[in-house]
């Protein structure tokens, strides 16, 4: 890998940026108060750029860089792996494998795990659940690995889906346990696949404007009682969830904070 380092930021730079573009960088990067710009090979540079430094870099693989650094993620009784992790987790936690991809979901943002703390908070055996946004199928996963006999996981993105199958069968979900299905709630979202099922919980990790907007579906989702688990919620924006479940009639409504994410539970 072939970088120029040129000395300066992007703002003492700025106008020297264009230099570096039409000389044939491939990408520009700051570090630190140097500018670091990525050339196929070396060229002549304009006079006011050429006070930077050529060097010839090894090539950095980040992907495996990112996998190298996973670590795995306690959440209450369960503990969530990437695959190569597997044998770290204790015998007596509940290992939940994901594949990290392109879907939302290895266990590794305060959401995700607040949720599946929650769900382990709860006795699911014999307890159907919907997770709504289901991303990489990590929290119907989890569902289905605490003992819920069926968990159907929906969302928007299509990508998502077969990703969500094959992490349930990374973990030996049987087929039917943890259903994926295209879709959402509600009459004016796209793909509403699940309009008549009433389940005995509820979780959702999307984010509190759509929570606000999903708060009466989610009633009519819940049998009555029935644990509701929120999260995707930016602790500024708690206020605008709180008000949607107190105008829907949810009770017994807490709150967990991690950071600048919050998760909320209530009965319906
Ligand atoms: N459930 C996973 C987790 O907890 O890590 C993924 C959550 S990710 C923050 C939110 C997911 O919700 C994304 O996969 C996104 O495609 C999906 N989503 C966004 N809007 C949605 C909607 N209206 N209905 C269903 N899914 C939605």
Not at 54 to 83: C, H, M, S, Y
Not at 137 to 154: F, Q, S, T
Request: aromatic content about 6%; proline content about 5%.
């Amino acid at each position: 890998m072939l970088v120029y380092h040129l000395p300066g930021t992007f703002e003492t730079r700025e106008a020297h940026l264009d230099l570096l573009w039409q000389a044939g960088a491939t990408g520009l990067e700051e570090r630190t108060g140097v500018i670091r710009a990525y050339f196929d090979e070396e060229t002549e540079l304009a006079a006011d750029i050429r006070d930077g430094e050529w060097r010839r870099e090894a090539d950095q693989d980040w992907l495996a860089e990112f996998k190298a650094n996973l670590r795995p993620v306690q959440a209450g009784r369960v503990t969530i792996v990437p695959p190569w992790l597997r044998a770290e987790v204790l015998a007596e936690q509940t290992a939940l494998v994901i594949e990290p991809g392109m879907a939302f979901g290895t266990g590794h943002h305060a959401t995700t795990r607040m949720a599946v703390e929650a769900l382990s908070d709860l006795d699911l055996t014999a307890q159907t659940v919907l997770d709504v946004g289901t991303g990489s199928g990590v929290l119907a996963i989890a569902a289905a690995l605490l003992g819920a006999p069926y968990a159907l996981g929906v969302d928007i993105d299509p990508i998502t889906i077969p990703i969500a199958q094959e992490n349930a069968e990374l973990n030996g979900v049987p087929t039917g346990r943890a259903v994926f299905l295209e879709g959402t709630l509600g009459d004016d979202l796209p793909g509403d696949v699940v309009p008549d099922g009433v389940y005995d919980v509820l979780v959702a990790n999307l984010y509190a404007e759509l929570h606000d907007l999903l708060a009466g579906e989610y009633v009519s989702h819940l049998r009555p009682g029935g644990p509701l688990v929120l999260t995707g919620i930016l602790t500024s924006k708690l206020p605008l969830v709180l008000e949607a479940l107190d105008r829907e009639g949810f009770t017994a409504v807490q709150v967990r904070e991690d950071g600048e994410w919050a998760l909320v539970t209530a009965r319906a």
